[in-house]
């Protein structure tokens, strides 16, 4: 393992009373939650609810009319790109691209908060970045272009990117929209073990709440510009609240059933 992976103390994430709006219409109002560190809080919503905007408030990108932001404890507000950059990794719904970089490189560019004005990566981030397609089980795409990859392979490619960041706090919007059925679970499978093994923090947004069943530690569900609830996956009544939730966001034909060991979201079109 790097040590650069190693997310140390790093990782708490707190919003507080964050109210966004563009152009005077509301996003999102009043949101307050807080995701621990080590933990994988997913964020659930229909289409429109505000998830993105709240991902990228997150990631420093837009800015919050009203509220904050807190990372390990400190409004993110007061820090600068590159501060915040050290603290924080963002992986958007899609990435466009028109330069055929080699994965290597593409890779590699997750170092550049580490870097000076003029810096180069060196043979430090060459390592970290090679560490990193290893662990993730792709070093043989490191010679690759990014555009030859298929959709699966460029968001392993981009988580890392995430990884090699060595930030605490990993923020990722829709990461397996694009992704098949397989290769849905084995990167959420992936982004787990990586929290647990190396103490990160990820805010996720999901539209599959299957998903978020099996692999969220937390659930922050999002409706009508508002956070709808905020429920802990290890309560022991977190599957009726969750029940109850899909009902108000997605309608009374929504069924969230125990199977086995495992939760099951099923739509039932008889109600």
């Not at 393992?1 to 140390?8: L, V």
């Not at 690759?144 to 923020?171: C, D, H, K, P, T």
């Not at 802990?232 to 599957?239: F, G, H, M, R, T």
Request: hydrophobic content about 40%; aromatic content about 10%; charged content about 25%.
């Amino acid at each position: 393992m790097m040590k650069e992976w190693n997310s140390k103390d790093q990782g708490n994430l707190k919003i507080n009373n964050l109210t966004i709006r563009f152009f005077g219409r509301p996003i999102l109002e009043n949101l307050s939650f807080e995701i621990e560190k080590g933990k994988l809080g997913i964020v659930l919503g229909p289409n429109g609810v505000g998830k993105s905007s709240l991902l990228k408030a997150i990631a420093g990108l837009i800015g919050a009319e009203r509220g904050e932001v807190y990372i390990n404890g400190l409004p993110a507000s007061r820090m600068n790109q590159k501060e915040q950059a050290r603290l924080v990794s963002y992986l958007p719904q899609g990435h466009p691209i028109a330069y055929n970089y080699s994965v290597q490189d593409f890779v590699l560019m997750g170092r550049t908060p580490y870097l000076g004005v003029f810096g180069v990566p060196g043979i430090k981030d060459l390592q970290i970045a090679f560490e990193a397609l290893r662990y993730l089980g792709i070093p043989d795409m490191a010679k690759r272009g990014y555009l030859s990859l298929s959709s699966g392979e460029r968001q392993m490619v981009l988580l890392a990117r995430s990884l090699v960041q060595g930030a605490g706090i990993m923020v990722m919007d829709e990461p397996t929209t694009y992704l098949d059925y397989q290769r849905q679970y084995y990167f959420m499978e992936k982004l787990k073990k990586m929290i647990k093994k190396y103490g990160y923090t990820a805010i996720v947004s999901l539209h599959d709440p299957g998903l978020a069943l099996k692999f969220a530690d937390k659930m922050i569900l999002l409706f009508d510009k508002k956070k709808l609830a905020e429920i802990d996956c290890q309560s022991k009544d977190y599957l009726s609240k969750f029940d109850a939730c899909m009902k108000v966001m997605y309608g009374p034909q929504v069924d969230v059933r125990k199977v086995g060991n495992d939760a099951a979201v099923l739509w039932n079109s008889d109600k």
